[in-house]
């Protein structure tokens, strides 16, 4: 019964989506390596330079949504190569910018309407392919991210050591187009998410959209994701700069960020497979509760009491709690709502964390350059984080006469 209803493909689309993954967020958070060449070049603020980062997760949080219905209409594989195709068109573009305005169009804008169209339809695509092991599944897919956080802002800042920062995206440009259109190609919907003619979805199981949306554990879940956004990506954001404010050389503070991605990894492929033993939902709270808690060590490092092993504590810790999150979401999405509308349902939700990234690290920046210090900033980062793990626990509390897939 589970070969049937996990088909071997079904590997081949989680493998696929890690790939596609790993190349548009380590391009996204490859920001970190470009944040000092910016300022130098454009004689930008931090909080200037920061709304670049805060408006790339601004647009595909936002504009997820859009992708996923793209994707439930007319599948993952054309909407996630075009969704490519604009990322090359963002790194040619950012390469050729004149001033913050036109990195923030480029790096910002474009680069954050490709992301958009390449995340949401391909995490999608993987979770109508498995049952027992959705869990495991989601988990490696969304390792990619983790993957990508840690390789490529490493390679970026080696590429802009060897040619400058305009010439690095043009070389980043070059793989996206060959690596990440490879990994779209292969993105195709499982047998029991194929649509019928003109994209109808009357003959797959799940909850529509609307009553998706409407429902008390949506609304759970959505508030979940803003309230635990800030925590989430103003470390990918500031936690370099941070560590350079306090000494560090700049490959090391850089390399935070490729912690982070080591952590985040790690998170996903264990945290994944321990919640499919134990349940999805309590995991969840959990690693909720875990990124509040890891701002604490952040906290402490800024006050001066702690050195560059904490910081790099605290990056592994962060991103084992952040990327537990992000692979849980997923495969609960599928287990509470069923593949129906799955992929709108996800970028829907992930749109909750548009205001913490957009505002989060813009935040930040503004109350290093009026104070310098980021003290005041991760604390209310700890607190949201707080008020989010009591969200996901009311989430998982939630009437769920709708779903069709009680979360375990």
Do not use: K
Request: with cysteine; hydrophobic share 55%; proline share 5%.
């Amino acid at each position: 019964m589970h070969e049937e209803r996990e088909p071997p493909y079904g590997w081949v689309v989680v493998w696929a989506c890690f790939t596609a993954l790993a190349v548009i967020f380590g391009i996204a958070y490859s920001f970190a390596a470009f944040f000092e060449p910016f300022v130098a070049e454009f004689g930008a603020q931090r909080a200037d330079v920061s709304l670049v980062f805060g408006v790339t997760g601004l647009v595909y949080f936002v504009l997820g949504a859009f992708g996923g219905m793209l994707a439930d209409r007319f599948g993952p594989r054309v909407v996630t190569s075009a969704g490519m195709l604009l990322i090359v068109a963002a790194l040619v573009a950012g390469s050729r910018a004149g001033s913050m305005l036109q990195v923030t169009l480029a790096y910002g804008v474009l680069l954050g309407l490709g992301v958009a169209l390449v995340y949401t339809p391909s995490i999608g695509c993987v979770q109508p392919w498995f049952t027992r092991r959705r869990g495991l599944a989601a988990g490696i897919a969304s390792a990619g991210i983790g993957a990508g956080t840690l390789l490529v802002p490493l390679l970026a800042a080696a590429a802009i050591a060897q040619w400058q920062w305009r010439g690095a995206m043009l070389a980043l440009a070059v793989l996206v187009a060959v690596l990440g259109l490879a990994a779209t190609w292969l993105l195709q919907p499982a047998p029991s998410a194929r649509r019928g003619a003109g994209g109808a979805s009357s003959g797959v199981a799940g909850v529509p959209l609307g009553p998706a949306l409407a429902s008390a554990r949506f609304r759970w879940l959505y508030a979940m994701c803003l309230l635990g956004a800030p925590s989430m990506f103003v470390p990918f954001a500031h936690l370099s700069a941070s560590a350079r404010d306090l000494g560090v050389a700049d490959a090391q503070a850089v390399g935070l960020v490729g912690l982070i991605g080591i952590g985040s990894l790690t998170g996903r492929f264990v945290i994944g497979a321990l919640a499919d033993r134990f349940g999805r939902g309590p995991a969840l709270v959990a690693v909720t509760a875990s990124l509040g808690l890891s701002m604490l060590l952040w906290l402490a490092s800024t006050m001066g009491a702690l050195g560059y092993v904490a910081l790099a504590i605290f990056a592994l810790w962060m991103g084992l709690s952040y990327g537990g999150s992000v692979s849980l979401m997923p495969a609960l999405c599928m287990d509470f709502f069923g593949a129906r509308a799955v992929s709108s349902i996800i970028g829907t939700l992930y749109s909750g964390a548009a205001l913490g990234n957009l505002a989060g690290p813009w935040v930040a920046g503004r109350v290093f350059d009026a104070s310098g210090s980021y003290a005041w900033v991760i604390a209310g980062c700890a607190v949201l984080s707080a008020a989010a793990t009591f969200s996901a626990w009311r989430a998982m509390r939630a009437p769920a006469a709708e779903s069709p897939n009680p979360a375990r």
